[in-house]
Each structure stands twice: as C-alpha cells, then as structure tokens.
C-alpha cells in the first residue's frame, strides 16, 4: 500500500510510547516528569484510585508525548507500614508475601486499562533503602533531626511496641468501646494509642498491654517552613496551581498546620516492615536499635527511588529542576504530604532536587448514588473490569469524562453505557467509519486529487473557510486545556472535533451524487474529512490509545503529533488501510445486569426482595441524589459548533462554581471568588440562550 504522509517535525511523533528503555532528560529541552500517588500494597485497586492518579497521569504523560517532549513516567506500589503489617497478619502471611500477592495484581489491573508506565515500580527495594536512608543522613547533617522521647503502648505478650493499628480499647473523649489506636469510629477524633482506656493487644487479647518509654527521631518542620513558604508561593505560581486545600486562588497559604506553625513530625517507627534506619543511629547514644524509618516519610521517596531502578542515571531526573518539570497525580487527601512535607524534607536535604511543578488532584469517584466498598464488595475493583466485557478505551472514556476535578463525581452503569452508544459510536466512531468507508468505496482506497496545498489548510478557503476555522479554535481549546491539565475538558474539546466532523460530512453533502456532480468538490471533502482524522487520532492518543492505534491501522498512517493547525498531511494518492468500526453498541439491558453483579453484598439481598431496586434510576438504598448528567452528546439535534463550546464552557464553569462552593472555611476572599465564578457562569448562560434564539 503506497504511503504518502508529509513527513517533518509538525505532523510525525518521534518520543517513544511508554515504556521504551531508559528515555533520559535533554538539555536545554522542555523534559516531563509524571508520578502517580503510589497505591498501597495491601490491597486492588478500585476505579476510584485509577480515575484519581494513575489513568489522569497516564492521559497527561501520553498528551506530552504527542507534543514530541521527553516523557518519563513513574509509579509503583507502596508496601511498609502498618497498613501492610496488619492486613498481611489478617491473611496470615508476612508483609513480604502478601506485598508479592498484591503486586502483580496492581500491575495487571492498571495494565489492563492500557495505563502505560514506563516503569511500575515497588518501595521495597535495596535502591529504595539506600536513598531513603541517604536522605534521613543528610538532614541529621543539616542539624533537622531532633530526638524525643515518647509514651507509647507495649505489649509485654508480644513482647514489642504496639503501632497503632494493633490496638483498641475505650476512646476517652466518647466513651465508644473498639476505638483504633490511631482514630475512634464514634466520634471521628484523632487518637494517640496511650490515650485508650483499657487498651487491648490485638494479636492476642489476653496479654498485657501497659506503656514504656521509647525514643524517636523527630524532623524539625518547624526550622524549614520559612523556606517551605517560600517555595510553596514561588512554585504556586510558576506552576500554575489550582486552588487546593493548601494554597488559594490569591497565592494565600490556608492549610492549618501551616498557618499554625509546623511541629517536629516523627520519622522513625517501633515497626519490623519498613526501611530500617541508617546504621549510624543504631548507636547506644542514640538508642534507635531495630527502629524503622515513619512510612509517610519513605513513600514519596518511592518515586526517586522507582527512578532508580528503571535506571542508574535516574540523577538526570531528579537531580535537575533546571530541565526538567515534575508533573504530579494525587487524591486530594494527599495534597499537604506532596506540597508541604515532602518538598520541606527535600529543602532540608540540602541538595537540588526537581521538585513538584504542578499537581493535579481530583475529588472522589462514588458509586451509583453510594460509596466503593471493598468491604461490601459494592463497585467495581481492579481485575473484574475486564470481566465487565465492555472494552478499556471505553471504560477510559467514561472514567475521564466523569473525572471528579472540582467536585466529587458519581460512576453509574447506565451513563456509562450511554457514553458508549451515544459519544463513542455515533459521533466519534461513526464520522471515522462514514468517510473512510467512502474512501474505501467510492476511490478504491486511494485519498483522491482536492486541489490543496499540502501543509496547514488556508483560513480563507472559498468553501470550508467557517470550518477550518472552528477546527483551528477547538484545536487551541484542546492545546490549553491540556496544557493547564484540564483533561476532562480536552477529551469534550476533541467530541466537539469529531462532532464538527460530522456536521461537515453533512453539511458537504457527501455521497455518490456530489461525486458525480462535483468530482472536485468531492474529493476535496474526502482528502478534509481524512486528514481530520488523522488530526483526531493524536487528540485521543492519550485518552484511547488503543482506539488511535486502530484509526492509525485504518489510515494506514504512522503516529502523529498534535498540530496547531489542521493542515493537509495525507497526501492524494495515499492507500487507506481497512475501515472497521472503532466501536460496538452495547445493549441497555446490560445496565441491569451489571448493577446487579456489582450491588455489593447488602444491596444485593435488597435486589433479591425489592426486584425495582435493580432497574436503572433505583440507585443504591441510601437513596442519594443522582449524580448530575454528563453533557452527552447526539448527533441528531442540530447545534452549532459555537453552541457545543459554550456547552462545553458552561459545565466547566459549573465545575469551578462547585468546587468553589465546597471549600472551607468560608472566608471573604472565597465569597468573592464564588461570586465572580457565578457571574461568569451567567452570562455564558446569557450568551448560549442568545445563541439558541438566534
Ligand atoms: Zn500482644
Ligand atoms: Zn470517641
């Protein structure tokens, strides 16, 4: 099949996809660092941890890739600390074993879905050790380390310190009677473990659990915030930072600890699993013999250290924030560990590491008008969604276009199938199948003669003029919203293309008439329509990388770069691959089935006796709202393009009203920020209802 592609830097993409050997920063070069908060060892993954960091960061890590910038991805298991200590005690193995048990299962979940790292790593490593270790060393050097001597609950049974999670007894505020060690269920208040009334041992109740003096290393916050304050408002703004539980829209520090003033944190825990402290400090003097380094204080040094063992220049990452940008994912409940505590054990460390640019966080996923409950069973966890049959590009697509950015979000079967039969199939997949198939068809596979100019297509075109140009607009609202990480917005933006695609189709009025009629204009139409698709299959690459392959396959074309500006790159005389559709419908009755499969245990018997509790709409038993309707898109109703990008604006816009409106405390500046962001929310209400009267 003859290929005929424009070749040069602007259309062809050169960055390796994820997962190429060992992809080292340039100099001088605009080089990406992406992480995803590392998800625990001790148990699968549910989608509400793949939608908020590692599917988003692997959106974000793909996009830059079709920009043609050096790319490295990183993520990994986290696996010390109690979490894993206890859970590994329930199954009755050791935290090795069950760390062993849980990996692979991460790995085949997340590879599933097409997540593509280029390296998922773990933190029980000699490499993990060595460098945690290193960073501990430095800040005794820097004079950061103090050591303070604590109460704390021991069991002579055992005979060893209880952490946390392996004690409950009587919370003293409350009175509730099976409070944790670390928190009470009754009253929801933090808890330290001597504080218990009567504190049981949870290995074996019958032993004897009273307190003893033990020695901690403590790292000195405190002495670091000035500079930890510093960078947070230097870094705020260079990187564009969201409003978030820390910072605010003004650049005004908010986060409580902070405004308070930092405590010395402790760094050293009575625990067997977890990097053992430097040898240096096992010393008499000392007495920190058979301590473990504090697993919030190693987990984010997972992502150097996951760098290390995909390679040994890993310091050319790490070790240059001159060339490099660290892009990172998290849940918002892990936003002061990524933008307080651990730049602050960075700065203390005193050399110069690439610290956090950006961070992108997201609110929580629920599920079909409750919450994930692994407990319960109730949603849908990592390996049992292949079992769904539904395929990953449109699991991807439904999660990203639910992606809880400023509010939380609510998975639901029905949305979730709609988005396929409605989006995916009839916009989408149906503008790649109609015009390819004419190709096929109608020119024998052979992208035939338009009359244009190869390179960008001219603004002032004598037919297409309004269409190229709302193709160049959407492409520049595609650009920055992904550049600014708004990802939900970019995959709108490129439905918008597609749908643009489609009204152009129709509008042109595409078919054997108009070939017959106006050859000219026919083939001109063809060489367009094929030539957006190409365009279109580097818009979806990081979104539906698996649905850019196909349409790449189709168009018998090599991957490509995202543009500026939509330009004619598939030449006449190209020979197109097979049409084939992207993608398939799937039936509604399927909405039941699946609701009924992943109900959960409790609301499962409810099915059994209430038999409307399974039809779609009869949300969980809990009765909770809806979640609000995702802007779905039919083909059918007639809308101009400026219609759907005022749409598009409004429902972002929406987004930002909500999330505004959740924040706490409510202070004066926040008021103004809410009513601002609902002025402008109006009068892009205004404009659109002057739009449709129009
Ligand atoms: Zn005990
Ligand atoms: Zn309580």
Redesign the pocket.
């Known amino acids: 099949m003859a290929r005929k592609i424009r070749s040069g830097d602007d259309v062809l993409r050169v960055i390796p996809p994820p997962g190429a050997p060992a992809i080292l920063p340039k100099e001088g070069e605009d080089n990406i660092l992406i992480t995803s908060a590392l998800p625990y060892c001790n148990n699968v993954p549910h989608l509400g941890n793949i939608i908020g960091s590692t599917l988003s960061a692997d959106v974000f890590s793909r996009y830059n890739r079709t920009r043609n910038r050096t790319t490295l991805y990183i993520c990994g298991t986290d696996e010390y600390g109690t979490a894993t200590e206890t859970q590994a005690l329930k199954e009755r193995i050791t935290p090795r074993e069950l760390c062993d048990k849980y990996y692979p299962l991460h790995k085949e979940t997340y590879e599933w879905f097409d997540i593509g790292f280029d390296y998922f790593g773990r933190t029980s490593t000699p490499l993990h050790t060595e460098i945690s270790q290193s960073i501990f060393s430095n800040l005794g050097k820097n004079g950061f380390l103090a050591r303070q001597e604590k109460e704390q609950t021991y069991?002579e049974?055992?005979p060893k310190f209880l952490a946390d999670r392996y004690v409950e007894g009587i919370c003293p505020h409350c009175g509730y009677e099976d409070a944790r060690g670390d928190q009470c269920d009754g009253c929801s208040r933090t808890l330290d473990a001597i504080e218990l009334i009567k504190p049981r041992?949870l290995?074996?109740k019958s032993?004897v659990v009273t307190t003893k003096m033990s020695a901690h290393m403590y790292v000195k916050l405190d002495a670091i915030q000035p500079r930890t304050e510093e960078w947070i408002k230097h870094s705020w703004k260079v990187g564009k930072w969201s409003p978030n539980a820390v910072i605010n829209a003004e650049g005004i520090i908010i986060d409580p600890r902070l405004r308070g003033g930092l405590i010395p944190a402790p760094l050293t825990r009575d625990l067997t699993w977890g990097v053992p402290i430097p040898p240096q400090y096992e010393t008499e003097e000392h007495g920190m013999k058979g301590k473990v380094l504090y697993v919030w204080f190693d987990a984010p040094i997972g992502y150097p250290s996951i760098t290390a063992n995909y390679t040994p220049e890993w310091r050319q990452w790490w070790f240059n924030p001159k060339n490099v940008r660290l892009y990172q994912f998290m849940g918002k409940d892990n936003v002061y560990f990524h933008t307080v505590y651990f730049p602050s054990i960075l700065l203390a460390d005193g050399r110069d590491w690439t610290k956090l640019h950006h961070l992108s966080t997201t609110e929580y996923l629920n599920y079909e008008g409750g919450k994930f409950s692994k407990s319960k069973n109730r949603g849908v966890f990592g390996p049992a969604a292949k079992e769904t049959g539904i395929p990953a590009s449109v699991w991807r697509y439904y999660l990203l276009s639910t992606r809880p950015e400023t509010s939380d979000a609510m998975f639901s079967w029905a949305d979730c199938i709609a988005a396929n039969n409605n989006v995916l199939l009839n916009n989408f997949g149906n503008f790649v199948n109609r015009a390819l198939k004419f190709v096929a068809s109608q020119y024998d596979s052979v992208i035939p003669d338009g009359g244009d100019e190869a390179g960008p297509l001219s603004p002032n075109d004598e037919h297409d003029a309004e269409f190229i140009s709302t193709v160049n607009g959407l492409l520049r609202d595609y650009i920055d919203a992904m550049e600014a990480v708004k990802l939900r917005l970019g995959l709108q933006t490129v439905m918008l293309i597609s749908m643009r695609g489609n009204n152009y189709l129709q509008s042109s009025g595409l078919n054997k008439a108009l070939m017959a009629s106006n050859p000219r204009r026919c083939a001109q139409v063809v060489s367009r329509a094929v030539n957006l698709i190409y365009v279109l299959s580097a818009l979806v690459y990081p979104f539906m990388p698996a649905t850019s392959d196909s349409i790449l396959e189709q168009l018998n074309a090599p991957a490509r770069v995202v543009p500026e500006v939509f330009s004619a790159d598939i030449l006449p005389g190209h020979t197109i691959g097979k049409p084939e559709h992207l993608f398939k419908k799937i039936e509604e009755s399927k909405v039941e089935e699946l609701q009924r499969r992943f109900a959960g245990e409790e609301d499962k018997k409810e099915i059994e006796t209430d038999p409307t509790k399974a039809t779609p709409g009869a949300k969980g038993k809990k009765g909770a709202k809806k979640a609000p309707a995702q802007p779905t898109v039919d083909p059918n109703v007639p809308k101009t393009p400026e219609i759907l990008a005022l749409e598009a604006k409004i429902s972002e816009q929406g987004q930002v009203v909500r999330g505004l409106k959740g924040q706490t405390p409510k202070t004066p500046e926040l008021e103004a920020q809410i009513k601002d962001a609902v002025d402008v929310l109006k009068r892009l209400k205004g404009e659109l209802e002057t739009l449709l009267q129009a």
């Open positions: 069991c049974g055992c041992c290995v074996d032993h």
